[in-house]
């Protein structure tokens, strides 16, 4: 702020003195200092002439507000440091893919259909799996057949015989006539959560969350 000053003539008349050092101070108020000033107010209020209770939440109000907007402010300055556009773009780029993950636990996709697969440390003669509803009950048993020591994919479209679908939850992967040495099952990444604190993005899918590096391959 700009002040005047002014000098006393012989008259004893105040006049402009151009020569003067002028004074100058912040055209702002920072929120410390209008805190300060506002609580000042309300302790040295005259106690026989108190603010009435509109004023006084009004006051609290304004208190709360310029506090609450400096925090959400520096909030957002934390997140927009964190969130870098290459971060988003990264997790973005996994949203709608499918994964898969270690599980015994198989889940359909937008097409109905369930799909993962096995890992055989030994070849075997005859191999089903079920697919067991929360009830307990066998939904699907697909033959295998023989197969070779290795990975071996499985799928099933969630209809009958007659076409009709039958399943639509989440189904149990069960293997009998082998000891696998993995179950895996394809699934959905639906949505990406990006931490503001740096660490690995979470793939969320119908099975659970998953870490980028749970995925045993992509699609």
Same mark, same amino acid.
């Given at each position: 702020?700009?002040?005047?000053?002014?000098?006393?003539?012989?008259?004893?008349?105040?006049?402009?003195?151009?020569?003067?050092?002028?004074?100058?101070?912040?055209?702002?108020?920072?929120?410390?200092?209008?805190?300060?000033?506002?609580?000042?107010?309300?302790?040295?209020?005259?106690?026989?002439?108190?603010?009435?209770?509109?004023?006084?939440?009004?006051?609290?109000?304004?208190?709360?507000?310029?506090?609450?907007?400096?925090?959400?402010?520096?909030?957002?300055?934390?997140?927009?440091?964190?969130?870098?556009?290459?971060?988003?773009?990264? @997790?973005?780029?996994?949203?709608?893919? %499918?994964?898969?993950?270690? +599980?015994?636990?198989?889940?359909?996709? #937008?097409? =109905? /259909? *369930?799909?993962?697969?096995?890992?055989?440390?030994?070849?075997?003669?005859?191999?089903?799996?079920?697919?067991?509803?929360?009830?307990?009950?066998?939904?699907?048993?697909?033959?295998?057949?023989?197969?070779?020591?290795?990975?071996?994919?499985?799928?099933?479209?969630?209809?009958?015989?007659?076409?009709?679908?039958?399943?639509?939850?989440?189904?149990?992967?069960?293997?009998?006539?082998?000891?696998?040495?993995?179950?895996?099952?394809? @699934?959905?990444?639906?949505?990406?959560? %990006?931490?503001?604190?740096? +660490?690995?993005?979470?793939?969320?899918? #119908?099975? =659970? /969350? *998953?870490?980028?590096?749970?995925?045993?391959?992509?699609?």
């Amino acid at each position: 702020m700009t002040t005047t000053s002014t000098v006393t003539d012989s008259a004893g008349l105040s006049v402009y003195n151009p020569n003067a050092t002028v004074g100058t101070g912040s055209a702002t108020m920072d929120q410390s200092s209008f805190l300060t000033l506002l609580t000042a107010q309300m302790q040295y209020q005259d106690p026989f002439e108190p603010v009435d209770n509109a004023q006084m939440v009004s006051q609290m109000a304004t208190i709360t507000n310029s506090s609450g907007i400096a925090e959400m402010n520096a909030t957002l300055k934390s997140l927009a440091s964190e969130l870098t556009g290459t971060r988003l773009g990264d @997790a973005a780029s996994w949203i709608g893919k %499918s994964m898969l993950v270690q +599980s015994n636990i198989a889940a359909p996709d #937008a097409t =109905g /259909t *369930y799909a993962g697969q096995i890992t055989l440390t030994d070849a075997v003669d005859g191999a089903t799996i079920d697919l067991i509803d929360a009830d307990g009950n066998v939904v699907k048993t697909i033959d295998m057949g023989a197969q070779e020591a290795g990975d071996v994919t499985f799928y099933w479209d969630g209809k009958d015989d007659a076409g009709e679908t039958v399943a639509t939850d989440a189904l149990q992967v069960k293997v009998n006539g082998a000891t696998p040495s993995r179950v895996a099952t394809w @699934a959905t990444i639906a949505a990406v959560q %990006s931490p503001a604190d740096g +660490s690995s993005s979470k793939l969320i899918t #119908a099975l =659970g /969350t *998953y870490s980028p590096s749970d995925a045993i391959s992509l699609m």
